[in-house]
């Protein structure tokens, strides 16, 4: 199936015109969105399955998940939400966002990674320059665990083709 690429302009037309037509299927425009937020509507609208690569995954799910948990654990050590921003290079409404689940609402932690992100927090909190590295650690458990793989799978049009995992090779 031929991939299809919305621009910005043409997605801000499917927004400020009400009833526009894509592949056969009513858009209903309400409201001025976000582009990343309005690509997802229109991506789930058109239901078209869809080439996606693992690396990407990462950035959509993966990432966000990691930045959510942590966040969201330094909060509860009691950092304050402006500090944690501060820490994260995010803005406290990112951080309020996640707090009220408006924003990487995916779940990936099982209760394995649940307990290497405390000890994350607890490195992060000794020492705030391994930041990043414990993102990147927490992220290189999750593509070990094969999570990445999964999500690949269910979203992507190659991963329901092949019987095996074509980044990790796993069967």
Excluded at 63 to 88: D, F, T, Y
Excluded at 123 to 134: G, P, V
Aim: charged share 30%; hydrophobic share 45%.
């Amino acid at each position: 199936m031929q991939a299809v690429m919305l621009s910005l302009a043409m997605l801000m037309r499917v927004i400020l015109t009400p009833l526009k037509q894509i592949h056969g299927r009513e858009v209903i425009a309400v409201a001025l969105l976000s582009s990343a937020t309005v690509a997802l509507a229109v991506r789930e609208l058109i239901k078209m399955p869809k080439l996606v690569f693992p690396q990407e995954i990462e950035v959509w799910y993966v990432l966000p998940a990691i930045r959510k948990k942590i966040a969201l654990k330094l909060v509860e050590s009691g950092m304050s939400q402006k500090a944690v921003a501060e820490l994260m290079g995010i803005t406290p409404a990112a951080v309020n966002q996640y707090k009220s689940k408006k924003r990487a609402k995916e779940d990936i932690f099982d209760a394995e990674l649940e307990k290497e992100l405390q000890s994350s927090v607890k490195r992060i909190l000794s020492d705030k320059e391994l930041l990043s590295k414990e993102i990147i650690r927490l992220d290189n458990l999750i593509k070990q665990k094969g999570i990445i793989c999964k999500i690949y799978q269910d979203i992507c049009i190659l991963g329901k083709e092949k019987d095996h995992c074509p980044y990790c090779k796993k069967k």
